[in-house]
């Protein structure tokens, strides 16, 4: 059997991961990620991307010093976002455009935000 | 900037989403995913996959009358599992072989189990 094709084209995974206050890695949720998702899954109906792209939270994705994260699949592409205007440009460019954002982009090597990512 | 390499090589998420009981589509956690993804995450550890396969909890993935279901990425491939031994089966097979488990893997059309596929 032959892999079967992408159920959603764009599969989006928000970290909502909390730690206790004050942990040293941080947390997405303690940066604010679980309204930046409701925000996200509520722009992504508004955009008629209902069944193609699925906006889901996720446990920790093991990337806190970046956070909040996120996680696009198929492709693989991670980016941080601290605001909603953040998340437009993420479903603008990245959905719409099938383009990247570079600016909020991580590199797979990436273990502390660089400081233009620094909301 | 073009897409950095993967960050795992395989990237596990786990529904567990809870539906109230005797909701007509069912839900996850309703059949034990969440039992299932603890001893998922253990058993990768065992096999030692730490840094290079993620196993994490996710959301609704809105394939709740398959479920429990689990979608690995970046290949994209979806299945449904009832039991540690199909876990285990889906450790060896696909992680390990890097093979598909056919019994278990769900088409991109797939609505209901197969009756193969009901524990």
Redesign the interface.
């Known amino acids: 059997?032959s892999?079967?094709?992408?159920?959603f084209e764009a599969?989006v995974?928000c970290c909502t991961n909390r730690r206790p206050d004050g942990h040293k890695r941080g947390s997405c949720a303690a940066h604010g990620a679980e309204k930046l998702r409701d925000y996200m899954k509520a722009r992504a109906r508004e955009l008629g991307f209902d069944g193609k792209v699925?906006i889901?939270?996720?446990?920790?994705?093991?990337?806190c010093e970046l956070g909040p994260t996120l996680?696009i699949?198929?492709?693989?592409?991670?980016y941080t976002y601290r605001s909603p205007a953040d998340v437009d440009e993420i479903l603008q460019t990245h959905m719409v455009e099938g383009r990247?954002v570079?600016r909020l982009?991580?590199?797979?090597e990436q273990r502390a935000l660089r400081p233009d990512q620094r909301g």
């Not at 889901?56 to 994705?61: D, I, K, V």
């Open positions: 059997m892999d079967p094709k992408p159920y599969h995974f699925r889901n939270s996720a446990g920790c994705l093991d990337r996680v699949y198929p492709d693989g592409v991670w990247r570079d982009m991580l590199t797979t």
